[in-house]
């Protein structure tokens, strides 16, 4: 392994996926690599809203919670970046799409990592059948290494 020069980290802002935040943020500062810092809103969250309202979401106007989701992330993301990553080239994304894989798959297709780092939560038995792992769809479809880290509880 002769490095990593990108480094995608994906983050649903939640306590369980700041153990792979702060791991890619080491890797990232060992070996001197860009990073570039994940949030995906999932559209279908916001559909049945919308349908409600019988208008379509967009991101300027009231009531626009797809826009406050999209702003809350971007923000988030600054205070994790400030935090993690002194001294690290991060560039910051929300991306929207239908699901967290998804969204992490497209944004690892458009930016060209060497590198995944992602937390697991480690669920198994019949909350992984339920819910299937964001993690395990993004091992199956990466083209790239991915380095999974286990959340700690």
């Known amino acids: 392994m002769d490095g990593h020069r990108k480094i995608l980290i994906p983050t ?17 500062k060992s070996e001197r690599a860009k990073v570039l810092l994940v949030f995906v809103v999932e559209k279908t969250y ?3 809203l919308s349908m409600l309202h019988q208008a379509p979401v967009t991101f300027r106007g009231e009531g626009d919670l797809l826009g406050e989701a999209v702003e809350y992330a971007e923000k988030k993301l600054r205070e ?13 994304k929300v991306v929207i799409a239908a699901s967290a894989a ?6 690892a297709e458009s930016w060209h990592p060497d590198l995944i780092v992602i937390a697991s939560h480690g669920r198994n038995g019949v909350m ?5 792992s964001t993690t395990e769809k993004v091992i199956r479809h990466a083209t790239t290494e991915v380095l999974v880290v286990r959340a700690k509880e």
């Open 102 to 107: 998804a969204g992490i798959l497209d944004a």
């Open 128 to 132: 992984h059948l339920l819910l299937g």
């Open 46 to 48: 916001f559909a049945p």
């Open 80 to 92: 994790l970046k400030e935090k993690q990553f002194a001294g690290v080239d991060v560039e910051t």
């Open 12 to 28: 649903d802002l939640s306590p369980y996926a700041d153990s792979g935040v702060v791991r890619g943020a080491e890797v990232a």
